[in-house]
């Protein structure tokens, strides 16, 4: 495949993807093989907008704890 397929990574002075910093990274994990490719797994923190940013009382998405579960914990 052509090189401008694929996104440009750079891990020197954090990690930057086609020219722009990634930041607030949880976690990073790389594998590379012999086909001069990598698989970059990445995890970071985000404000999702129309989820993250959402009104109290907003009537298309509302998010209420149902009552059988107040006060009580959650074990996995």
Same mark, same amino acid.
Do not use: P, R, W
């Given at each position: 495949?052509?090189?401008? =397929? /694929?996104?440009? @990574?750079? @891990? !020197?002075?954090?990690l930057i993807v086609?020219?722009? %910093?990634?930041?607030?990274? %949880?976690?990073?994990? @790389?594998?590379?093989?012999? !086909?001069?490719?990598?698989?970059?797994?990445?995890?970071? =923190?985000? %404000?999702?907008?129309?989820?993250?940013n959402l009104k109290?009382?907003? *009537?298309?998405?509302? /998010?209420?704890? %149902? *009552?059988?579960?107040? &006060?009580?914990?959650?074990? &996995?």
């Amino acid at each position: 495949m052509k090189d401008d =397929y /694929f996104n440009q @990574i750079k @891990i !020197d002075n954090g990690l930057i993807v086609n020219e722009k %910093k990634l930041k607030h990274l %949880k976690n990073v994990e @790389i594998k590379t093989g012999l !086909d001069n490719l990598s698989e970059i797994t990445v995890t970071f =923190y985000g %404000k999702v907008d129309g989820l993250d940013n959402l009104k109290e009382n907003n *009537e298309l998405y509302s /998010f209420k704890l %149902k *009552e059988e579960a107040k &006060g009580k914990s959650i074990k &996995g």
